[in-house]
Structure formats: C-alpha cells, structure tokens
C-alpha cells in the first residue's frame, strides 16, 4: 500500500485557531487518534511550524494555514487550500474566536466592540460552517464525520461585563441545533463544547482572582480546567463512537454551570 493510498484514507480535521492554547491541544489530540490536521493561525509564525513539526513526529500530516475568520472572502480560498492538501474535511472544529474588547459596563457597550465580536465567533464561525457543510454533503467519506464549536459556559450563564461575548456564544448554540438538524439525515454528527474556566494564556491575567474564587466554591470541582480536558471531549466527538447523537452540548467545567443554592 503506498503513502499516497494511506493519506486518502486517513480522516482529515480543520481546527480553527489551532496555533495555542485550547486549540493546539486539540490538534495534539486528534492527530494522536489518527487525523491528519489542518489548522488555521494568524500567521504561519514559529510557532506554528513547531506545532506542525510536533503532529509529524506522532505519525501525522500537519497544515498551517494563516487566515482571519471574520474574512469571509477568505474563507473559501481556506476550505481549497485544505481540500487540495487532504482531499476532504471529515470534521470541522469550530475553535478561533475572541473575547470582549474590554470589559464593563453593559449600557456603556460601544457598537464597534458588539460587531467585532458578533462578526468574528458567530458570522465568521456560521458561514464557515456552511461551506464546510455543503462540502461534506457533497463529498463521499468512509470517516466519521462531524462539526464541533468550542463555545463556552457563557452561552447560558450570563456576565453583564462581557455582554457582546455571551451574547455571540448564545446565538452559536442555537446554530449547533440548526446545522444539527439540517445535517443529521447525512450522518454528519453537530456538537457544542462549552468549556469553563480553562488555564490558558487568555486567563493567565486574572488567575489570581479565579483561584480565590475556587476556594469559595465557584467550581465544585475545585480546580482549572486544562486545555487537555477540553480536547479529549473534541476527540470523542470526532471519533464518531457516538454515532447516534448530535446537537447535544458537553459542559467541561468542573460542574460550574450546574444551577445549585
């Protein structure tokens, strides 16, 4: 069997935002089960070369591809440049995505801050998914296919201080319903991830003031998510063992969202 045949064969992943943090876990973890990965970056830096060069040495094939979610022009050069590389896209990971410009007030939220956030975590991950989609639908795969959206507790516990980020992430998990339905007679499986409070470089700003709340019992598991739990979570998904469930959202958050008094 040549290297060639081996690659077609092999499920084919696109992680958006996959250069650090949850993101490059991701990647890790699913070219450790056997995807090769392409992941889209900011810049094809450094750092993401090492990344790639890490998925190559567990027997992978590893893409990088600087592009900006929010540029929807941009998205369907994305999807050929990965088509051409890997022939397909058997899962899609919905990961890039931002948060509040700044915090504050709720009736001091500026309209320039609530479009950058709406464009980039709901316009930009919507339509990318689209095409993604219709890709699918299009393309015949022996692999369990699937779309996953890294969203976040924030789609259903509200903070007044980051009201345009809850409000984008509220609006993703109505989106993972409807790609859910509308892609379920396909086979094609659509999960919400909803990470907590994960130690990452985007919290290491207010770590302090989230391990004193750790002690008072904001989370019952009593500790920071890692980037790690979130990826095993993607794994499963991707694997296609739960091949009869979709649009179902995984809390991976220490129990934070579980409504208690």
Request: glycine residues 8%; negative net charge; aromatic residues 6%.
């Amino acid at each position: 069997m040549t290297r060639i045949k081996d690659f077609e064969e092999r499920p084919i992943a696109l992680v958006t935002g996959g250069r650090r943090g949850i993101g490059a876990s991701i990647v890790l973890q699913l070219a450790k089960e056997g995807f090769d990965i392409a992941f889209t970056c900011r810049s094809e830096d450094s750092v993401a070369k090492e990344l790639c060069s890490i998925v190559e040495s567990v027997g992978s094939r590893a893409l990088a591809v600087a592009s900006e979610l929010q540029d929807l022009k941009a998205q369907e050069e994305l999807i050929n440049k990965v088509i051409a590389w890997g022939g397909k896209i058997d899962c899609l990971v919905n990961n890039a995505g931002i948060g509040s410009p700044s915090r504050g007030d709720l009736l001091e939220m500026q309209p320039e801050a609530f479009d950058l956030v709406l464009d980039t975590n709901l316009r930009g991950t919507f339509f990318l998914t689209q095409q993604v989609a219709k890709h699918m639908l299009a393309t015949p795969s022996s692999s369990p296919r699937s779309i996953i959206t890294i969203s976040s507790v924030s789609a259903s516990m509200a903070s007044t201080e980051r009201g345009e980020y809850c409000l984008s992430k509220a609006a993703l998990a109505m989106g993972t319903k409807l790609f859910a339905l509308r892609l379920a007679e396909a086979n094609i499986g659509v999960f919400e991830v909803r990470p907590g409070i994960i130690r990452t470089d985007m919290t290491a700003s207010v770590a302090s003031k989230y391990e004193e709340r750790f002690k008072n019992g904001l989370v019952p598991m009593a500790r920071w998510g890692e980037t790690e739990d979130i990826a095993a979570a993607v794994s499963s998904l991707a694997s296609g063992k739960l091949n009869f469930s979709t649009g179902s959202v995984i809390n991976i958050d220490g129990g934070l969202s579980i409504p208690s008094f």
